[in-house]
């Protein structure tokens, strides 16, 4: 089955800093990769999602890369708030729909003021 | 965006009993629903896949008969804890996407952080 893998399992940075999270898949059919943003204590909710179609995509600070190549697509913030703080999931899923995703271990993200 | 809800957001219960968990999409219908199951800072681990009206599609080392799912209607899925034991206690959270749209980003319940005790 899919495999996939988040790196860095924490990232802290400076407010203003860009904060930049890496997941690589194994499945070369998976084809639709969304981001997720969890609060603490509450549903993880879709931010920023690409398909396999495209390179890339971009919704004001936040942006995704994806090298379908190399299987592995990354989630850009820029200009980071605190208010970015929360636990971050990259995700993979092959076909129609995308609840039933593979989903990266999280990364921890903390913006300091 | 679409709206799911989940029922309860948390409920507690002695060793031995059965807990029930709703999952429903409030404006859409989803012939298809998953469950997750999240533990403490670490990843969502799908549980099952909860098809209308025919059997759930369970991962490896998901006990089906302990984890029952029922999904009666286009807009209602269910879970059951049977027999719960200290073990079960997590936080268990449903999605689901608009029937028919390829390729969109699925919609989560709120979660029910279930205590057994």
């Known amino acids: 089955g899919e495999n996939v893998e988040q790196h860095p399992s924490t990232l802290s940075v400076q407010e203003g800093d860009s904060a930049v999270i890496k997941c690589t898949y194994s499945?070369?059919?998976?084809?639709?990769f969304p981001w997720y943003k969890q609060e603490l204590g509450k549903r993880p909710q879709l931010i920023i999602d690409?398909?396999?179609?495209?390179g890339e995509k971009k919704d004001q600070r936040i942006a995704v890369t994806l090298n379908k190549t190399a299987k592995h697509f990354s989630l850009h913030i820029t200009e980071t708030q605190p208010e970015d703080s929360a636990v971050y999931f990259c995700?993979?899923?092959?076909?129609?729909?995308?609840?039933?995703?593979?989903f990266g271990d999280g990364t921890t993200l903390t913006v300091k003021p | 965006g679409a709206v799911v809800s989940q029922h309860p957001s948390w409920v507690i219960c002695k060793s031995g009993t059965s807990v029930k968990i709703e999952c429903r999409s409030l404006?859409?219908?989803?012939?298809?629903m998953f469950w997750y199951r999240q533990f403490p800072k670490q990843s969502l681990m799908l549980m099952a896949t909860?098809?209308?009206?025919?059997?759930?599609?369970?991962e490896q080392g998901v006990e089906k008969d302990k984890f029952l799912i029922n999904h009666a209607s286009l807009t209602l899925s269910t879970l059951t804890v049977t027999s719960a034991h200290p073990e079960d206690s997590s936080f268990y959270i449903c999605?689901?996407?608009?029937?028919?749209?390829?390729?969109?980003?699925?919609?989560f319940g709120q979660g029910t952080r279930l205590t057994v005790v």
């Open positions: 999605s689901a996407n608009p029937a028919g749209v390829r390729g969109q980003g699925a919609f």
């Open positions: 499945d070369s059919a998976s084809n639709y």
């Open positions: 690409i398909r396999s179609n495209v």
């Open positions: 995700a993979a899923s092959i076909g129609v729909g995308a609840g039933k995703s593979t």
């Open positions: 404006d859409f219908q989803a012939t298809t």
């Open positions: 909860s098809n209308e009206g025919s059997k759930a599609t369970y």
